[in-house]
Protein backbone atom coordinates (compact mmCIF):
# COMPACT_ATOMS: atom_id res chain seq x y z
CA UNK A 1 0.00 0.00 0.00
CA UNK A 2 1.32 3.52 -0.84
CA UNK A 3 1.81 5.88 1.78
CA UNK A 4 -1.16 8.64 1.49
CA UNK A 5 -0.30 11.93 2.38
CA UNK A 6 -3.10 13.93 2.89
CA UNK A 7 -4.21 17.36 3.04
CA UNK A 8 -7.11 18.39 5.17
CA UNK A 9 -9.04 21.53 5.76
CA UNK A 10 -7.30 24.85 7.15
CA UNK A 11 -10.25 25.60 8.87
CA UNK A 12 -14.17 25.02 7.70
CA UNK A 13 -13.82 21.34 8.37
CA UNK A 14 -16.43 20.77 5.19
CA UNK A 15 -13.41 21.68 3.12
CA UNK A 16 -13.00 17.69 2.54
CA UNK A 17 -12.93 15.98 -0.77
CA UNK A 18 -14.49 12.29 -0.74
CA UNK A 19 -11.34 10.91 -1.53
CA UNK A 20 -10.08 12.39 1.93
CA UNK A 21 -12.46 10.81 3.17
CA UNK A 22 -12.52 6.87 2.07
CA UNK A 23 -8.69 7.34 2.65
CA UNK A 24 -9.29 8.33 6.39
CA UNK A 25 -11.80 5.55 6.72
CA UNK A 26 -9.96 2.73 5.52
CA UNK A 27 -6.34 3.66 6.90
CA UNK A 28 -4.98 1.33 9.41
CA UNK A 29 -3.13 4.23 10.79
CA UNK A 30 -3.69 8.19 10.60
CA UNK A 31 -0.44 10.16 11.57
CA UNK A 32 -1.47 13.13 13.49
CA UNK A 33 0.55 16.50 14.24
CA UNK A 34 -2.08 16.67 17.37
CA UNK A 35 -4.39 13.90 17.48
CA UNK A 36 -7.22 15.84 19.44
CA UNK A 37 -7.19 18.10 16.20
CA UNK A 38 -7.69 15.42 13.60
CA UNK A 39 -10.08 13.45 15.86
CA UNK A 40 -12.19 16.80 15.64
CA UNK A 41 -12.41 16.33 11.81
CA UNK A 42 -13.15 12.77 11.93
CA UNK A 43 -15.73 12.95 13.80
CA UNK A 44 -17.35 16.10 12.10
CA UNK A 45 -17.47 13.48 9.38
CA UNK A 46 -18.56 10.58 11.40
CA UNK A 47 -16.10 8.69 10.50
CA UNK A 48 -15.01 6.45 14.21
CA UNK A 49 -12.25 3.40 14.98
CA UNK A 50 -9.67 4.71 13.28
CA UNK A 51 -6.28 4.64 15.40
CA UNK A 52 -4.79 8.05 15.43
CA UNK A 53 -0.58 8.67 16.26
CA UNK A 54 1.40 11.64 16.68
CA UNK A 55 3.77 12.46 14.44
CA UNK A 56 4.92 16.03 14.74
CA UNK A 57 8.25 17.45 14.80
CA UNK A 58 9.52 16.46 17.81
CA UNK A 59 9.22 13.01 17.65
CA UNK A 60 9.18 12.55 13.95
CA UNK A 61 12.84 10.92 13.21
CA UNK A 62 11.49 7.94 16.00
CA UNK A 63 8.18 7.93 14.15
CA UNK A 64 9.56 7.52 10.63
CA UNK A 65 11.92 4.64 12.04
CA UNK A 66 9.09 2.73 13.51
CA UNK A 67 6.84 3.30 10.31
CA UNK A 68 8.81 2.42 7.53
CA UNK A 69 8.78 -1.50 7.91
CA UNK A 70 5.35 -1.15 8.72
CA UNK A 71 4.53 0.57 5.02
CA UNK A 72 7.13 -2.43 3.61
CA UNK A 73 5.03 -4.78 5.19
CA UNK A 74 1.66 -3.01 3.16
CA UNK A 75 0.30 -1.73 6.32
CA UNK A 76 -1.94 1.33 5.11
CA UNK A 77 -1.05 4.44 6.94
CA UNK A 78 -2.30 8.43 6.27
CA UNK A 79 -0.34 11.46 6.70
CA UNK A 80 -1.74 14.79 8.13
CA UNK A 81 -1.40 17.94 9.23
CA UNK A 82 -3.52 20.02 11.59
CA UNK A 83 -4.28 22.13 8.38
CA UNK A 84 -3.33 21.88 4.88
CA UNK A 85 -0.86 19.72 3.43
CA UNK A 86 1.67 17.90 5.24
CA UNK A 87 5.80 18.87 4.55
CA UNK A 88 4.84 22.25 3.67
CA UNK A 89 5.74 24.32 7.15
CA UNK A 90 4.39 20.92 8.31
CA UNK A 91 6.17 17.14 9.23
CA UNK A 92 6.67 14.77 6.64
CA UNK A 93 9.26 15.52 4.80
CA UNK A 94 11.05 12.90 6.34
CA UNK A 95 8.77 9.98 6.39
CA UNK A 96 8.18 11.06 2.21
CA UNK A 97 11.72 10.20 1.56
CA UNK A 98 11.92 7.40 4.07
CA UNK A 99 9.15 5.81 2.07
CA UNK A 100 10.59 6.13 -1.52
CA UNK A 101 13.66 5.17 -0.31
CA UNK A 102 12.33 1.84 1.24
CA UNK A 103 10.49 1.45 -2.45
CA UNK A 104 7.08 2.44 -0.69
CA UNK A 105 4.69 3.94 -3.56
CA UNK A 106 3.78 7.27 -1.93
CA UNK A 107 0.80 8.99 -3.45
CA UNK A 108 -0.79 12.81 -2.22
CA UNK A 109 -4.39 13.88 -2.01
CA UNK A 110 -4.80 17.87 -2.64
CA UNK A 111 -6.90 19.75 -1.02
CA UNK A 112 -6.77 23.38 1.01
CA UNK A 113 -3.78 25.51 0.87
CA UNK A 114 -3.40 28.85 2.80
CA UNK A 115 -1.38 29.69 -0.24
CA UNK A 116 -3.92 29.77 -2.96
CA UNK A 117 -6.68 31.03 -0.78
CA UNK A 118 -4.89 34.07 0.55
CA UNK A 119 -3.14 34.70 -3.02
CA UNK A 120 -6.79 34.36 -4.44
CA UNK A 121 -8.72 36.29 -1.88
CA UNK A 122 -5.66 39.04 -1.88
CA UNK A 123 -6.93 40.53 -5.72
CA UNK A 124 -2.90 41.35 -5.47
CA UNK A 125 -1.42 41.39 -9.54
CA UNK A 126 0.31 37.59 -9.02
CA UNK A 127 2.30 36.07 -12.54
CA UNK A 128 4.54 34.31 -10.04
CA UNK A 129 5.31 34.27 -6.68
CA UNK A 130 7.56 33.15 -4.03
CA UNK A 131 6.02 31.27 -0.30
CA UNK A 132 8.88 31.29 1.87
CA UNK A 133 6.91 29.63 4.59
CA UNK A 134 7.25 31.39 8.00
CA UNK A 135 9.27 34.65 8.46
CA UNK A 136 12.20 34.65 10.19
CA UNK A 137 11.88 36.29 13.42
CA UNK A 138 14.79 39.21 13.49
CA UNK A 139 13.63 42.35 12.07
CA UNK A 140 16.40 42.67 9.75
CA UNK A 141 16.35 39.16 8.19
CA UNK A 142 12.74 39.69 7.69
CA UNK A 143 13.27 42.94 5.66
CA UNK A 144 16.31 41.65 3.89
CA UNK A 145 14.37 38.78 2.53
CA UNK A 146 11.28 40.22 1.31
CA UNK A 147 13.58 43.33 -0.20
CA UNK A 148 15.48 40.34 -2.57
CA UNK A 149 11.91 39.51 -3.75
CA UNK A 150 10.68 42.65 -4.07
CA UNK A 151 9.81 42.42 -8.08
CA UNK A 152 7.87 39.11 -7.37
CA UNK A 153 4.52 38.38 -5.32
CA UNK A 154 5.99 36.66 -2.07
CA UNK A 155 3.34 34.46 0.38
CA UNK A 156 4.59 34.02 3.83
CA UNK A 157 3.38 32.65 7.57
CA UNK A 158 3.66 34.75 10.46
CA UNK A 159 2.64 34.51 13.86
CA UNK A 160 -0.16 37.23 15.53
CA UNK A 161 2.14 38.26 18.29
CA UNK A 162 4.69 38.96 15.58
CA UNK A 163 2.58 40.60 12.88
CA UNK A 164 2.57 43.93 14.27
CA UNK A 165 6.11 44.43 14.29
CA UNK A 166 6.48 42.50 10.77
CA UNK A 167 4.02 45.04 9.15
CA UNK A 168 5.91 47.79 10.91
CA UNK A 169 9.22 46.80 9.40
CA UNK A 170 8.50 46.31 6.16
CA UNK A 171 6.47 49.40 5.72
CA UNK A 172 9.93 51.22 6.57
CA UNK A 173 11.38 49.84 4.19
CA UNK A 174 8.91 50.49 1.44
CA UNK A 175 5.51 51.57 2.83
CA UNK A 176 3.78 51.71 -0.43
CA UNK A 177 4.30 47.96 -1.38
CA UNK A 178 0.73 46.68 -1.65
CA UNK A 179 -0.17 44.22 0.93
CA UNK A 180 -2.69 41.89 1.77
CA UNK A 181 -3.28 40.34 5.63
CA UNK A 182 -5.27 37.01 5.66
CA UNK A 183 -6.43 36.43 9.07
CA UNK A 184 -8.65 33.03 9.65
CA UNK A 185 -9.14 31.93 6.40
CA UNK A 186 -12.18 29.90 5.66
CA UNK A 187 -13.44 30.72 9.16
CA UNK A 188 -16.30 31.95 10.55
CA UNK A 189 -14.42 35.28 11.66
CA UNK A 190 -12.18 35.33 8.15
CA UNK A 191 -10.78 38.67 7.33
CA UNK A 192 -8.55 39.72 4.35
CA UNK A 193 -7.38 43.89 4.82
CA UNK A 194 -6.26 44.94 1.34
CA UNK A 195 -3.70 48.24 1.31
CA UNK A 196 -0.28 49.45 1.11
CA UNK A 197 1.98 48.17 4.04
CA UNK A 198 1.68 51.64 5.47
CA UNK A 199 -2.25 51.12 5.84
CA UNK A 200 -1.85 47.79 7.00
CA UNK A 201 0.54 48.14 9.56
CA UNK A 202 -1.53 51.01 11.32
CA UNK A 203 -4.48 48.47 10.93
CA UNK A 204 -2.35 45.81 12.60
CA UNK A 205 -1.11 48.28 15.30
CA UNK A 206 -1.42 45.40 18.36
CA UNK A 207 -1.38 41.37 17.38
CA UNK A 208 -4.85 40.48 16.05
CA UNK A 209 -6.17 36.70 17.03
CA UNK A 210 -5.97 33.76 14.49
CA UNK A 211 -4.02 32.31 11.89
CA UNK A 212 -2.52 34.90 9.13
CA UNK A 213 -0.83 34.34 5.99
CA UNK A 214 0.91 37.80 4.25
CA UNK A 215 0.75 38.21 0.73
CA UNK A 216 2.51 40.99 -0.74
CA UNK A 217 2.43 42.48 -4.22
CA UNK A 218 5.68 43.00 -6.40
CA UNK A 219 7.07 46.09 -5.10
CA UNK A 220 6.71 49.34 -7.30
CA UNK A 221 10.74 50.33 -6.80
CA UNK A 222 13.26 50.42 -9.48
CA UNK A 223 15.60 47.90 -8.65
CA UNK A 224 19.18 49.25 -7.67
CA UNK A 225 22.64 48.18 -8.88
CA UNK A 226 23.41 44.42 -10.39
CA UNK A 227 25.96 43.97 -7.39
CA UNK A 228 23.07 45.12 -4.64
CA UNK A 229 20.48 42.30 -6.26
CA UNK A 230 23.73 39.88 -5.51
CA UNK A 231 24.41 40.72 -2.16
CA UNK A 232 20.35 40.55 -1.23
CA UNK A 233 20.17 37.61 -2.93
CA UNK A 234 22.67 36.02 -0.97
CA UNK A 235 20.90 36.89 2.02
CA UNK A 236 17.89 35.57 0.91
CA UNK A 237 19.73 32.08 0.49
CA UNK A 238 20.79 32.56 3.63
CA UNK A 239 17.27 32.95 5.34
CA UNK A 240 15.46 30.44 4.22
CA UNK A 241 18.55 28.09 4.76
CA UNK A 242 17.92 29.65 8.43
CA UNK A 243 14.65 28.66 8.00
CA UNK A 244 15.43 25.13 7.31
CA UNK A 245 15.02 24.84 3.24
CA UNK A 246 18.43 22.95 1.76
CA UNK A 247 20.50 25.07 0.53
CA UNK A 248 20.79 23.74 -3.37
CA UNK A 249 16.96 24.32 -2.91
CA UNK A 250 16.75 27.65 -1.52
CA UNK A 251 19.80 28.94 -4.16
CA UNK A 252 17.59 27.70 -7.17
CA UNK A 253 14.69 29.54 -5.76
CA UNK A 254 15.90 32.87 -5.16
CA UNK A 255 17.71 32.61 -8.45
CA UNK A 256 14.27 32.00 -10.68
CA UNK A 257 12.89 35.05 -8.82
CA UNK A 258 15.74 37.44 -9.18
CA UNK A 259 17.60 36.11 -12.18
CA UNK A 260 21.00 35.81 -9.75
CA UNK A 261 22.86 32.56 -11.05
CA UNK A 262 21.64 29.30 -8.79
CA UNK A 263 25.90 28.15 -8.64
CA UNK A 264 26.80 31.74 -7.71
CA UNK A 265 24.24 31.67 -4.97
CA UNK A 266 24.99 28.07 -3.49
CA UNK A 267 28.90 28.68 -3.79
CA UNK A 268 28.80 32.06 -1.88
CA UNK A 269 26.47 31.16 1.27
CA UNK A 270 28.77 28.31 1.72
Given at each position: ?5 C ?32 R ?8 S ?94 A ?26 L???D ?33 P ?29 A ?23 R ?8
Open positions: MPLAVATPIGNLEDVTLRLLAELRGAGVILCEDTRHTRLLERHEIGARLLSYHEHNEAKRTAELVPRLVAGERVALVTDAGMPTISDPGTRLVAAARAAGVPVTVLPGPSAVETALAASGLPVERYAFVGFLPRGASAVELVRALRDTAVVAFESPQRLPRTLRTAADETREAAVCRELTKLHEEVMRGTLREVALRFAEPKGEITLVLAPSARSRGSVEDDVEASLRAVHLVDAGLPRRRAAEIVSNLTGVANTLYRRTL
